[in-house]
């Protein structure tokens, strides 16, 4: 994971912020895997890359993303977040805690879950990841994994990992408790590996009228709320968790 920080520290050295450059880092890797080549270029084209090749913004980005996949390779684990919270992403006044890798896996491993599941704030997904992690073949064949965060960053690094993982699901940009769904990206699993894409047009439409009302019917299965204890809980950027 040093060797990935160190790739992204180059290019902080050269006047961009920390911000801005993670966040471009997760579009590139996304645009790169849909080959949407026109938003590709538009992100590269934010960064001088006047240097030799091999030392421009863009060769570190793209070796920052190879090394991502081997170290992930390595640990089977998630470590976009990982590079997230490394990288002093995180944000305590959004409400973002990040559930530490052991506690997931243990979560998992005492709810053995299959099917369909849905963390409604999944952050960069280390819960979807470590249920993933407790499946055979024909489980996750069968299963489908969605995750929804608050924060588009989260949500990105998610579908990242959905993918990585290949397995199928979808990851939604919005608050879960105010039935929020501004984007989408589906994951779809194959034997030749995954692949992602956003949804766009009548296909997102369609998603959204299926999926709220399941959303729904899910939070009626827990403790129901008062609709003044929801909006006090959104009005401070936090979201009902459970898995």
């Given at each position: ?16 912020s920390s911000f801005t450059i993670f966040n471009d880092w997760l579009d590139i890797m996304l645009f790169a895997l849909q080959r949407d080549d026109p938003h590709y270029l538009e992100i590269v084209r934010k960064y001088k890359n006047d240097q030799a ?191």
């Amino acid at each position: 994971m040093k060797d990935i920080l160190k790739c992204l520290e180059a290019i902080l050295h050269r006047g961009y912020s920390s911000f801005t450059i993670f966040n471009d880092w997760l579009d590139i890797m996304l645009f790169a895997l849909q080959r949407d080549d026109p938003h590709y270029l538009e992100i590269v084209r934010k960064y001088k890359n006047d240097q030799a090749e091999g030392k421009r913004e863009i060769d570190y980005f793209c070796k920052a993303f190879a090394l991502l996949q081997i170290e992930m390779e390595k640990t089977n684990d998630d470590i976009l977040g990982q590079v997230y919270m490394e990288w002093n992403m995180s944000n305590k006044y959004r409400g973002q805690f990040f559930t530490p890798g052991h506690v997931a896996s243990m979560m998992a491993k005492m709810l053995s879950p299959k099917g369909r599941i849905l963390d409604p704030c999944c952050g960069s997904g280390v819960m979807l990841v470590e249920a993933i992690k407790t499946m055979d073949n024909e489980a996750l064949d069968g299963s489908v994994f969605v995750g929804q965060d608050i924060d588009i960053t989260c949500a990105k690094m998610c579908a990242l990992n959905l993918l990585f993982f290949n397995v199928n699901g979808y990851v939604v940009w919005g608050d879960s408790l105010l039935m929020e769904c501004k984007r989408v990206y589906q994951t779809s699993r194959s034997v030749l590996g995954g692949s992602i894409r956003e949804l766009t047009g009548d296909i997102l439409e369609g998603f959204i009228r299926s999926y709220i009302p399941a959303v729904k019917e899910t939070f009626k299965e827990v403790k129901p709320m008062s609709e003044e204890e929801i909006n006090k809980i959104s009005a401070q950027s936090e979201q009902l968790s459970f898995f």
